[in-house]
């Protein structure tokens, strides 16, 4: 079956410090969706990419779609405290709403 | 977005026993999910749930063990049947609302620990 690699696995930055992520497929995707999820919490979706090199923004967070639909980007400028948390993208294909999931990236900021 | 609950929030229950997870969405929403994600682990679909016929599910869950029912298009169960310690794990609706395309919302999840 399909399979999202993220990278990095985790990630220890200083506050203010910038972060970016990845997510590789295998196949491709006609959706790609970025995701936060904080201790004892549901994901909430941060971003949705619906086409090829599509580039959205969402405050501090920057996601792009890529070109060859089987990879999504996510970048975080200026990290706050509020960012730490596990990342996950989430890739849509085929025309059904099944969602496939990566297998996420831990941010923590070091004081 | 919608807001989804879930119910309970957390239960700890002995092997052998089956618990039964609540989902209610306060609007009426066409598609709802059941994922599973097992500790330090992703989310993993564990089926489709219709409304009015039975659910589809993926790969590897079986309705005897996850039976799923969906009476109508705000309220969904999951039980986790004949539960064993590998079935610890967190429990999450999800719905697509159809008005955005291809997103899924999802509530805060049931973490279940089996004894």
């Known amino acids: 079956g399909q399979q999202l690699n993220q990278s990095p696995q985790s990630m220890f930055i200083q506050e203010g410090e910038d972060v970016s992520m990845n997510c590789t497929s295998s196949s491709i995707f006609n959706t790609w969706l970025w995701y936060k999820q904080d201790p004892g919490e549901g994901p909430v979706l941060l971003i949705a990419?619906?086409?090829?090199?599509e580039l959205t923004s969402n405050g501090r967070l920057t996601a792009q779609f890529g070109i060859t639909r089987k990879d999504s980007f996510l970048n975080i400028s200026a990290s706050i405290p509020s960012d730490v948390g596990i990342y996950f993208c989430?890739?849509?294909?085929?025309?059904?709403?099944?969602?496939?999931f990566g297998t996420g990236t831990r941010l923590t900021i070091i004081p | 977005s919608a807001v989804i609950s879930q119910k309970p929030s957390r239960d700890i229950c002995q092997r052998g026993t089956s618990l039964t997870i609540q989902c209610q969405v306060d609007?009426?929403?066409?598609?709802m999910f059941w994922y599973r994600q097992q500790p330090g682990q992703s989310l993993t679909l564990i089926a489709t749930a219709n409304q009015g016929s039975e659910a589809t599910y993926e790969s590897g869950f079986v309705i005897d063990k996850f039976p799923i029912s969906r009476p109508n298009l705000t309220f969904s169960t999951l039980t986790v049947s004949n539960m064993s310690p590998e079935d610890s794990s967190i429990y999450l609706c999800s719905l697509a609302p159809g008005q955005i395309k291809d997103t899924q919302y999802f509530g805060p999840g049931t973490r279940l620990t089996v004894l």
């Open positions: 609007s009426q929403v066409t598609m």
């Open positions: 990419l619906y086409k090829a090199g």
């Open positions: 989430a890739g849509q294909s085929g025309g059904n709403e099944k969602l496939t």
